[in-house]
C-alpha cells in the first residue's frame, strides 16, 4: 500500500494550492485521513483530520483557509488550501489510519510559500 501525494509547489503570499493523496492497493477499511505538515527545525504537527463519520478537526493555525474534504470510493483525501501564508510553509504529509489500526503515510510534498 502507497499513499500517493501531489498538488504541492510554489506560491505567493494570499493563493491557493490543493493537496491531493491516494492510496494504490488495498486498505482495510480506512477511519482516519489526515494531513500533517512540518517546517525546517519543527516537529511535524497535524494540519487538518477528517474521520469516516465527518468529523473534522483543524489546527488553529488554518482555521478558516484550510479546508479538509475525503472521497471514500477513492481512498483520498484532498487539502484546499485558501489564503496561504509564508508560516505555511513546510512539507506535507498524508496520513491515513484504518479501522484495525494501521496507520500509512505518504512520502511529502513541498509546499512553499513566498512573501
Known amino acids: 500500500v502507497q499513499l500517493v501525494e501531489s498538488g504541492g509547489g510554489l506560491v505567493q503570499a494570499g493563493g491557493s494550492l490543493r493537496l491531493s493523496c491516494a492510496a494504490s492497493?488495498?486498505?482495510?477499511?480506512?477511519?482516519?485521513m489526515g494531513w500533517y505538515r512540518q517546517a525546517p527545525g519543527k516537529q511535524r504537527e497535524l494540519v487538518a483530520q477528517?474521520?469516516?463519520?465527518?468529523?473534522?478537526t483543524n489546527a488553529d493555525s488554518v482555521k478558516g483557509r484550510f479546508t479538509i474534504s475525503r472521497d471514500n470510493a477513492k481512498n483520498t483525501v484532498y487539502l484546499q488550501m485558501n489564503s496561504l501564508k509564508p508560516e505555511d510553509t513546510a512539507v506535507y504529509y498524508c496520513?491515513?489510519?484504518?479501522?484495525?489500526?494501521?496507520?500509512?503515510w505518504g512520502q511529502g510534498t513541498q509546499v512553499t510559500v513566498a512573501s
Open positions: 496520513r491515513f489510519r484504518s479501522v484495525n489500526g494501521a496507520e500509512y
Open positions: 477528517i474521520a469516516s463519520g465527518g468529523i473534522i
Open positions: 492497493g488495498s486498505i482495510f477499511s480506512i477511519n482516519v
